[in-house]
C-alpha cells in the first residue's frame, strides 16, 4: 500500500477548531492551497450556520482543507461539496481496506 503523502496534511491533537486553525495560518500567510489540518480532538467546534461541532475525541474526522476554487455558481458550490464527499469516502474506502 502506498504510504500517505503528509506534506500538505498536519495532524493537530486538540484544537480548538480546525477552521479557526486553518483560517489563522491563512491571514499568517503560512497556507497555501490544498493545505489540510486534522484534529484528533476539538474544544470549539464549527458546524454551519453558526452551529457548535461537537466531536468525541480519537473518534470522529475533524479536518479543514484549504481551497482556492475559481468563482463558482451556486449550483457548481453544491457539485464542488459532493465531489469533496465522494472524494472523501473513496481515499477512506481505499485505505481502510485490510489485505
Not at 481551497?67 to 472523501?88: D, H, M, N, Y
Amino acid at each position: 500500500m502506498n504510504k500517505l503523502n503528509t506534506s500538505f496534511i498536519k495532524i493537530l491533537d486538540k484544537v480548538d477548531s480546525t477552521n479557526n486553525y486553518a483560517m489563522a495560518m491563512v491571514h499568517e500567510g503560512m497556507a497555501t492551497h490544498g493545505m489540510a489540518w486534522l484534529a484528533r480532538g476539538q474544544t470549539a467546534g464549527k458546524g454551519q450556520r453558526g452551529k457548535e461541532w461537537v466531536s468525541e475525541y480519537g473518534k470522529n474526522i475533524s479536518l479543514t482543507i484549504i481551497t482556492e476554487p475559481f468563482k463558482l455558481t451556486a449550483r457548481q458550490q453544491f457539485i464542488l461539496s459532493a465531489a469533496v464527499a465522494v472524494g472523501c469516502y473513496d481515499f477512506l474506502a481505499n485505505m481502510l481496506v485490510t489485505k
